[in-house]
């Protein structure tokens, strides 16, 4: 059997197995969508209207029309997307598209009417449990939020075509890419383009679709990721990234200091247009062993 139709007949013999099951309800769809759709589809900027982060969303569809009908799922917008039926292809950021399990459950779960899942079930598929006070962050407790409010554009084939300045927040590694420059250094979240951006700090703010900005809880998160050395998923803390290039705005605060992070300025550092106390500057520089900044360039903005 060639790997073609061996890979067919699995996916016959799942489908089996599940018609042969309860119908999957609302929650079993949700962390499909949550994982491969609301990066786009959520909050004011959805596209055409159409709100994929909850079940009233859902069954509202788009201002074109409903996306999903119980008497013809076949036939139903969403699933014509997520297959290719209909162009563009869903989700924006494929391929790797949905696969053929999870687009079986999505139709399974539309033939059957669509059934709403347990509150209880829902509210725990919805809301993650964050870190408390004193746990360490890790790249699993940020990812949700990057997903959500960052990766429509931070990706291949995002909304904005090629991912800015190169910049990927589809995945830790590439998070914490130092190749063009870093905008994670572990352990100084001041000196992290990443949440400078998210703050306002450095401009443009981001997601550059806000407002609405990421809320306060969520910043918070990704400050105390950064601060507890932008761990991976497993726990463990990032590398110093030692002579990473960086590059970042923000005001002078101090000698030397960018809104409160302080830098070495020493003599072979380049110093333009006089900066004082209180100007927007930019800083060019360079991580050093320890994690800390030693700037290349200065200069008044």
Known sequence: MTAAR??????????AGLAGAAAPDYAEVAAILRARCVMCHSGEAAPLGLRLDSLDGLTAGSRNGPVVRADDAAGSELLRRIRGDSLPRMPMTGPPWLNDPEVAVIEAWIAAGMPA?????????????RPGPGEKVSYADVAPIFATRCAKCHTDNGLMGAPPEGFRLTSYPATLSAAE???????????????????????????FDGPPWLDEDEIALIERWI???????KGEEAPIPVGARLRFEG???????????????????????????????????????????LATRLRRR
């Open 181 to 207: 420059r870093v905008r994670v250094v572990p352990g100084v979240p001041g000196a992290s383009e990443l949440l400078r951006r998210i703050r306002g700090l450095s401009r443009p703010r981001m997601p």
């Open 117 to 129: 899942a347990d509150p209880a079930a829902t509210a725990a598929v919805a809301t993650a449990p």
């Open 251 to 293: 005001t002078l605060t101090g000698r030397w200091a960018i809104d409160g992070t302080p830098i070495s300025v020493g003599a072979d550092t380049r110093i333009d247009k006089r900066p004082r106390l209180g100007d927007r500057v930019e800083v060019r520089g360079v991580v050093a062993t320890d994690g800390s900044i």
């Open 6 to 15: 061996h890979g067919a007949a699995a996916v016959l013999f799942w489908a």
């Open 227 to 233: 601060a507890d050395g932008a761990r991976n998923a």
